[in-house]
């Protein structure tokens, strides 16, 4: 049985203990632990900043603001669609440096400082992906994860990188899809088909992933996915003729073997 996010919290708290840290050395790390987030994600809310380090009821992130290692940005949609933040928080110079200081040079990223430079068209679908990252951590389903900023390896032809890489206790590779709107046509067979192709070993390529799992809002969203999913269900390929047409160019169907590979999670 998964253990909650307050019985792994607790756990750490005592683990710190044990290993002598002063009330300040769990700041510190409580502190590095948020800045660290919003580094690897470009951007972040304050309502799941606050979530990562279980501080929700301390206002962290407000603290971090009024430090000045954070920036607090207006959204232009917040206020008017409720699964919208009204606000988002970026690393300012001083936080930038702060995480800097304590990256190994493997680790380290092109941070954009211009708060404006985050999509904001991409808002609810990253946040939505921040939120079940965080969720299944503290859940204690996943022990890590990657973003799309640290998934620097280019995609094969046709395998569509994820929206965010999880690794469970058993080390299984676990590609999370955040789908907000239902696709069709050959935009839902591309992406069946890109899943398949990273879910199978291709000659001596290996899976590229363990699982796959579809993070949605909407129950009839992933409703429809499953059936997309389902081993036996028809799945087209497409191509470009001359006349730069799409067109069918075979019919495949998915395979057997996906069955127990395709997971879903329903996100409020």
Known sequence: MAKTGTELLA??????????????????????????????????????????????????CAKLVK???????KTAAGKILEDLPSKIVTLSEEGLAYIE?????QELM??????????????????LAQRATIKNLLEGKIQSFKTPRELSDKSLKGVKQPDVLWV???????????????????KLDDFVWSIVLSLSQIGDRAPLFDRCIVVSDSDAIIKRYRAAFRPGATVHRWIKNNQSHWKIDKTLNVPEYIQGKMLWQKID
């Open 11 to 60: 756990e750490q708290r005592a683990e710190l203990k044990a290993q002598g840290k002063t009330t300040r050395q769990l700041g510190r790390e409580r502190i590095y632990f948020a800045l660290d987030w919003v580094y690897r994600w470009g951007w972040s809310s304050p309502s799941v900043v606050d979530m990562t380090t279980g501080a929700a009821r301390r206002g962290l």
């Open 101 to 105: 200081k304590h990256k190994e040079e």
């Open 67 to 73: 430090a000045g290692l954070l920036i607090e940005t």
């Open 110 to 127: 092109e941070y954009p400082l211009n708060p404006y430079r985050v999509n904001q068209s991409l808002l609810r679908h990253d946040l």
């Open 168 to 186: 469970n206790e058993a080390g299984r590779r676990i590609a999370a899809e955040v789908e907000l709107s239902a696709k069709f046509g050959r």
